[in-house]
Structures are given as C-alpha cells and as structure tokens.
C-alpha cells in the first residue's frame, strides 16, 4: 500500500521514512503532490496543525496521510515557543535564526530553569479512520549549539541523561527516543493491527 508523509520538510521526511521502515509500505511525501503546496498551519495546537494536514491531503488524494506537528516548550518561557517553533524567530526565517532568538531569551537563565520538552502530535487519515499518537522527550536548552546532526533546534536540545544534544546524535539514536520517534513507534503499533 501506499502512505503519504504530508510534509515538506526533508529532515521529517527522512525521519518518519526510518520509522515506516519493514512495514511493506511505499512511503511518497508532499514533495511527490506539488499541486498540493504549500498548507498553512492555521491551529492553535500540535493535534488541529496535524489533521489539518493529514485530512486535507487526504481529501486532495485518497491515498492515506500521515502528519506531524511538533513544539518545543520550554518552561521558563511558560511553554513557548510551543505550536509556533517553526516561526519563533518572524516567518521565512532559517533553523539557526529561531535558535539564536532563543539563546538570547535564555541568556543568563541557570541550566536548572532551562528544562524543556519537544512534543509532536501525529495524525493518520484514511477512508476508515482518523487515528492520532503523541510523543514527548525532556531536555534542557543548553547554553551554546552543539553537533553537527538534526535540524532545528536540535543542536540546543540537551539530553541530561545521554549527556549529549539531539544533534550529536546518529537518526537512529535520535528516533529510538524522540518526540516524533516516540509517537511513530505508537503509531506503528496501532497500524499493523488496523491495515493488516
Ligand atoms: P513543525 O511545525 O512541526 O514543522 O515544526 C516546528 C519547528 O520545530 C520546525 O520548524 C523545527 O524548527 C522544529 N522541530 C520540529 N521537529 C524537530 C526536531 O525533531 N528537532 C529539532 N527541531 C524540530
């Protein structure tokens, strides 16, 4: 069967493909649909932005979507940039633009108060179902990049327990324990039971 990752975002396609892996699926993205464009993430939460993508690729297609939205929440910023990372810094801006603004919100601020979380709610959209998991992973903002892995802010999210930033990491490192790794694995599960 076939599956569309409803995103145009390299870094997630490559990501979310390793996790598909064995499953016997042909995995095609937004990338395959350029009529499709650009989808304006116009929710107020990770689980409206996915199904807002999942459903409207769906709807465009009849093939079935998968989507993701993910935040990073840092709680000395009482949870933001949350659902707007992706623009934390102005529209159009680079990874390393929201990074650095970032930085400079945190300047000064104790390792301890900088404890954060990257969620990622994902969505399944098919003529039978609409299916949604959520993954989490804790960290903490470290105070200067590191690595040379990842994309976003993974160069500052700090795993304590690793002693290493989501950036130093290989993929396969990072999705066994990621945000988005987390919610594929249960979406995966959920899968095998429901197409199979
Ligand atoms: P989106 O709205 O789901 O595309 O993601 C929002 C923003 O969060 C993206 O532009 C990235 O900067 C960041 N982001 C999403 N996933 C990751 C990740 O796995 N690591 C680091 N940053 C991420």
Redesign the pocket.
Known sequence: MKIILATH?RD?EKELQISLKGMNIEVLSLFDFPEIGDIE?TGTTLLENSLLKSRLVFRKTGIPTIA?????EVDFLNGAPGVY??RYAGNNVS?KD?VNKLLIELNGIPSEKRTAR?RTVITFVDENQELSTEGHIDGVISESIKGAG?????PI?FVPHLGKT?AELSSIEKNKI???GIALQKLRKILINVLI
């Open positions: 975002n997630k993430e993701d939205d993910t935040g990073l990372s992706a990874y929201n990257f990842g994309f976003g802010y993974d999210f989501f990621s945000h988005r």
